[in-house]
């Protein structure tokens, strides 16, 4: 069978030869009992490389999230969001079902919001108002494009969270994509931030897994909160020896798929009856329109893979290709050829 050129997200990464490999020779015990050295190793090994006192391995990046979510929070409390927040998009409604708060919404630009934006929204003390306990910001923002929030706007909001009492979360699933954007070492963006989480499973390829991190307590509360929801894994070093690599051997590649998402941006710029905000494209998500096209995104996407690639609609005319390790340069041109041809 042809290959298909998968464009739907980075999560689509196959974990690699060498992650095979450490998988099988992993060391493995009952994490439960905190007796699985692959995973003791992975957590320390994650604390290390994003400048927290501890981190914790947990199933996904939603779980991580909510998880963090729930630890930060009482039922009742309020919670502040940029409004299409993976949190509060993806998430299955978790931050109302599970840590029983609510949403607090802060419209941004391509899903960055700054401080002003935020302080907006702070209350007052009042019987009537609910205590806001958290802001959560994403960085990168994947609604967003995958685009940036600088480092200014997160020191500015963690400031403002210092000085009124709210801690700040980072939804950071591609956050090894900001620090390469942006040339800085990862912890100079989690150190504006109480508690992180990214994931291992999207642009650094490990199969299965999220770390969540931040200081020691919190973590201890975090762990309980991982067992309610049923993450309590057993020999779970299996993954965790996939996880390890993703953090020593697959962010400096992180390069290599924003410099493909640029030539593809690029690409897609000149293609006649393509309308594409370069602005945007900051990382490996580009998202383009199709509306001066005559074909609607699910239409547009069944022609793409009539053709060998695959890419999500995310919106009635528009369409999001995500560059990974598993997609390269002849790729990108075999790419911008099909579409040329469609449209
Ligand atoms: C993918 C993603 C998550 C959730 O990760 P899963 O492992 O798919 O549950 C959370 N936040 C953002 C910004 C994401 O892109």
Redesign the pocket.
């Known amino acids: 069978m042809e290959r298909l050129i998968d464009l739907r997200?980075d999560?689509l990464t196959k974990p690699t030869e060498k992650m095979r490999r450490a998988m099988y020779e992993a060391e493995v015990g009952d994490d439960v009992y905190g007796e699985d050295p692959t995973i003791n190793r992975l957590e320390e090994l994650a604390a290390e490389k994003v400048g927290m006192e501890k981190a914790l391995f947990v199933?996904?990046?939603?779980?991580?999230?909510q998880i963090a979510v729930m630890a930060h929070t009482e039922r009742g409390d309020e919670i502040i969001l940029e409004s299409e927040?993976?949190?509060y998009y993806?998430?299955v409604g978790g931050i109302t079902a599970l840590a029983g708060v609510q949403p607090r919404l802060v419209p941004g630009k391509h899903g960055i919001v700054n401080k002003e934006d935020i302080e907006k929204v702070l209350r007052s003390k009042n019987i009537h108002y609910p205590e806001t306990k958290l802001i959560c910001l994403?960085n990168?923002?994947?609604r967003g494009g995958g685009t940036i929030t600088p480092l200014e706007t997160m020191e500015k909001i963690k400031g403002l969270g210092i000085e009124k009492g709210i801690s700040v979360h980072l939804?950071?699933?591609?956050v090894f994509n900001a620090s390469t954007a942006l040339q800085v070492d990862v912890k100079d963006i989690i150190k504006h931030v109480d508690s992180v989480?990214f994931?291992l499973?999207?642009g650094l390829c490990a199969p299965v897994?999220?770390i969540i991190a931040g200081k020691a307590d919190w973590i201890e509360k975090a762990k309980k909160y991982r067992k309610m929801l049923g993450g309590g894994m057993r020999q779970a070093g299996i993954l965790a020896a996939a996880g390890i690599l993703s953090i020593t051997d697959m962010v400096d590649r992180l390069a290599e798929d924003h410099e493909n998402a640029a030539k593809l941006a690029k690409g897609l710029s000149e293609v006649n009856k393509i309308t594409i905000d370069l602005s945007t494209v900051q990382t490996n998500i580009v998202a383009f329109s199709i509306e001066k096209t005559d074909m609607q995104a699910p239409a547009f996407s069944n022609q793409l893979k009539k053709r060998g690639i695959l890419a999500n609609p995310i919106g009635p005319e528009r369409i999001r290709m995500v560059t990974h390790n598993d997609v390269n340069a002849d790729d990108i041109d075999s790419t911008l050829d099909t579409i040329k041809s469609m449209v």
Do not use: F, L, Q, V
Not at 59 to 65: A, E, I, L, Q, Y
Not at 171 to 174: H, L, Q, V
């Open positions: 997200s999560t199933p996904s990046g939603t779980m991580g999230n927040a993976h949190i993806y998430e994403e990168t923002h994947n939804d950071g699933a591609r989480m994931c499973s999207k897994g999220s």
